[in-house]
């Protein structure tokens, strides 16, 4: 069993930045990819990114590269996900989640992981 917990959430306005965190219970968390999701009002979950599990390799979704970055320390059991020039239209709700059997790093589907966080609340004001 894995349990996730995001942080960092909150108000900021457009152009400013963020720094999510999610750290992860159990002494594996080094063999798991990680994936950030993230769900705005009456849209579907969406893809944001994932990093390997040694933290060398990401993947974005197109929408968001350049302006976000995925890293993590696995001493510490914790992915990060960096928004930079953040925009009204980030505002949602992000999820991070662990694909404990990863076979690439380009995990877009959600149904591909099997854990996931609570989610914290990420407000961008125009």
């Known amino acids: 069993q894995v349990q996730l917990v995001e942080s960092g959430g909150g108000l900021v306005q457009a152009g400013g930045s963020l720094r999510l965190s999610c750290a992860a219970s159990?002494?594996?968390?080094?063999?798991?990819?990680m994936g950030w999701f993230r769900q705005a009002p009456g849209k579907e979950r969406e893809f944001v990114g994932a990093?390997?599990?040694?933290?060398?390799?990401?993947y974005y979704a197109d929408a968001m590269k350049g302006r976000f970055t995925i890293s993590r320390d696995n001493a510490k059991n914790t992915v990060y996900l960096e928004m930079n020039t953040l925009k009204p239209d980030d505002t949602a709700v992000y999820y991070c989640?662990?694909?404990?059997?990863?076979?690439?790093?380009?995990?877009?589907?959600?149904?591909?992981?099997?854990?996931w966080g609570q989610g914290t609340q990420v407000t961008v004001s125009s």
């Open positions: 989640a662990a694909d404990v059997n990863p076979t690439s790093v380009e995990h877009t589907r959600g149904f591909l992981y099997d854990y």
């Open positions: 159990g002494r594996t968390f080094s063999i798991y990819n």
């Open positions: 990093i390997n599990r040694s933290g060398l390799r990401t």
